[in-house]
């Protein structure tokens, strides 16, 4: 059982939380009634197995650049204390265990399920061919209301798409700031990154802009949908506090609350979104 916490652990299990809010608040978004509890069983499952397997693959395919890396070097995975064929096992079966949730949601789902895993294994590959593996990983989570689209409808509707561009900025912005921790060995390891591309100075500044992005779509949503209202309206407001607290953590010249930044204020704000998507369903 302890080796089995260090794997969860070595995955961060945990922060399904940044996902799996945003997941539920599509799936209020994009239907006008709650499908059965067996379909969103099936999308939960789906979803949690799809980061699962992409924090494997990450793990798996950096393995050699973790163990040089000071901030990563004493992870189980690294130290010995899991073996790393733990790790490549939990890539492959979740992977495949996606793609028969998938087949179980709907066809159209089963079909698009293999592009997803591709990402997933691409993402960690990303960083050693461009400096934009953060908009790598966006596009993963643009997918997942598009996924929730066609779980619940069986189509690909705009509202799901400017869904997922909120995602996706909100996702590749703190993915960038997460980055900067990595900054100085990057640059001396040849490892690519925004942060590496244009300085910390300037990543910063992409970051701040993706996040505006990010709350330009999720007003967007709420002028596409025909019921959103109130709630929905005045808890962005809500939300974009939380954004710009985010960004007063992060300065050029102190990172040392990155962490606060990324594990704390972004879970925080998936959280945060649902419940405004909640509140204004239910009044």
């Not at 949908?225 to 954004?243: D, E, Q, R, S, T």
């Not at 607290?245 to 010249?253: F, Q």
């Not at 040392?256 to 990324?262: E, I, L, Q, R, Y």
């Amino acid at each position: 059982m302890q080796k089995v916490k260090a794997l969860a652990d070595t995955i961060k299990f945990e922060h399904t939380i940044f996902a799996l809010p945003f997941a539920l608040a599509s799936l209020l978004l994009l239907v006008d009634h709650i499908p059965p509890l067996s379909k969103i069983v099936l999308i939960i499952l789906a979803l949690v197995l799809a980061r699962t397997a992409g924090m494997a693959f990450n793990r798996w395919l950096d393995y050699e650049i973790d163990k040089k890396n000071p901030r990563t070097r004493n992870w189980a995975h690294i130290r010995g204390e899991i073996p790393l064929e733990w790790v490549k096992l939990l890539a492959v079966f979740s992977s495949a265990a996606f793609i028969v949730v998938s087949a179980l949601i709907n066809t159209l789902a089963f079909i698009l399920s293999p592009v997803v895993v591709f990402l997933l294994w691409f993402y960690p590959l990303a960083k050693r061919i461009t400096h934009f593996p953060h908009l790598v990983l966006g596009v993963v989570y643009f997918l997942i209301p598009v996924a929730v689209d066609i779980a619940v409808n069986g189509r690909v509707s705009l509202l799901a798409v400017v869904l997922g561009l909120a995602m996706a900025t909100w996702v590749a912005g703190f993915d960038i700031l997460y980055a900067l921790q990595d900054y100085e060995f990057d640059k001396r390891y040849g490892v690519k990154s925004l942060p590496v591309k244009l300085g910390i100075e300037g990543a910063i500044r992409v970051a701040r802009m993706l996040h505006l992005l990010t709350f330009i779509f999720l007003l967007l949503v709420g002028v596409l949908h025909p019921k959103m209202g109130v709630i929905y309206f005045g808890g962005l407001l809500l939300l974009a506090a939380f954004l710009l607290y985010e960004h007063r953590l992060v300065k050029p010249n102190d990172l040392s609350k990155v962490n606060k930044a990324f594990f704390t204020v972004n879970g925080w704000v998936s959280v945060l979104y649902f419940l405004i998507v909640l509140l204004d369903y239910i009044f």
